[in-house]
């Protein structure tokens, strides 16, 4: 059974995560900020270690960089974070991370990356590494791009600092709130810190629209379209009594999604 060292100082979220690589068969061991992630990793070892970045006392950064210097620091390591700025990418692939995964994520893409990843490693061998790598020189990614899910899959989120787990389908619209969203939802109203343009790359093209420059909605919930005077729209989603503004702008796309 793989040992997988989980950091992450988000009590609920840690606990979330482990009990998915558990339930699947692997044996997570947690620690909530870098320095307990080093004690553990230097007296119990581990197969593959999962981290997020921001953390107090000791970063992932500042973590990676102490495994990579070890004897033993040679295992796969995949960083969580929020952020998803090329120049983030870079400088954790400059230090040795082998994958990133943006917050937030589904189950699936979770899972996906510890099994490449042990995959990789398994083949690839610590010798091999070594000898390819010079120890030092590492390959830069020049974009890591971000997964689009389907209606089924499922995405983890923190919502209030306490994971949540949402399906795609059950997603009704987006709407912009400064550095934030509004997630609305068959259970209510989520604030997520999450950009407009990264749900949008997220989310499934052929249910999800843009129909504003500060909203996305799920067509699979569109329960009435009016026509205003000046070339736009509003639209009605189920159970929503407010409706939503489709501006001239993106109208043409909209109209093209039922012709």
Same mark, same amino acid.
């Given at each position: ?9 988000? #009590? ?6 482990? $009990?998915?690589?558990?339930?699947? %068969?692997?044996?997570? $061991? !947690? ?13 119990? !070892? ?23 210097? @070890? ?20 400088? %954790? ?11 937030? /994520?589904?189950?699936? $893409?979770?899972? %996906? ?9 398994? @083949?690839?061998?610590?010798?091999? /590494? ?41 997603? #009704?619209?987006?709407?912009?709130? %400064? ?8 259970? !209510? ?24 420059? @500060? ?26 009594? #407010?409706?939503?503004?489709? @501006?001239?702008?993106? !109208?043409?796309? /909209? ?5």
């Amino acid at each position: 059974m793989r040992k997988i060292l989980v950091v992450e100082d988000d #009590k609920m979220l840690l606990s979330l995560i482990m $009990e998915i690589l558990e339930n699947n %068969g692997f044996r997570p $061991e !947690g620690a909530e900020n870098g320095k307990e992630a080093l004690d553990l990793f230097y007296r119990h !070892g581990a197969d593959l270690i999962i981290c997020d970045v921001l953390m107090p006392m000791m970063n992932g950064y500042e973590l990676l960089q102490e495994i990579r210097k @070890s004897a033993q620091g040679y295992v796969p390591f995949i960083l969580l974070t929020g952020k998803s700025e090329r120049a983030d990418f870079r400088k %954790g692939m400059e230090l040795g991370a082998d994958d990133f995964i943006p917050k937030p /994520f589904s189950e699936e $893409e979770l899972l %996906g990356a510890v099994l490449a990843q042990l995959k990789k490693w398994n @083949s690839f061998g610590f010798a091999q /590494f070594q000898e390819k790598m010079g120890y030092s020189e590492i390959t830069v990614r020049q974009e890591v791009p971000m997964r689009t899910l389907g209606l089924d899959d499922r995405i983890l989120l923190s919502v209030d600092n306490q994971p949540k787990i949402l399906k795609i389908n059950d997603l #009704k619209c987006i709407s912009a709130l %400064g550095d934030y969203t509004n997630v609305f939802t068959s259970e !209510g109203k989520f604030i997520v810190r999450r950009s407009m343009k990264e749900w949008e790359e997220l989310l499934p093209a052929k249910f999800f629209i843009r129909i504003h420059r @500060s909203t996305i909605i799920n067509l699979d919930f569109v329960s009435k379209i009016e026509k205003l005077f000046n070339r736009s729209y509003k639209v009605y989603l189920q159970n929503i009594p #407010k409706p939503f503004i489709i @501006s001239r702008r993106y !109208g043409n796309k /909209f109209k093209e999604k039922f012709s």
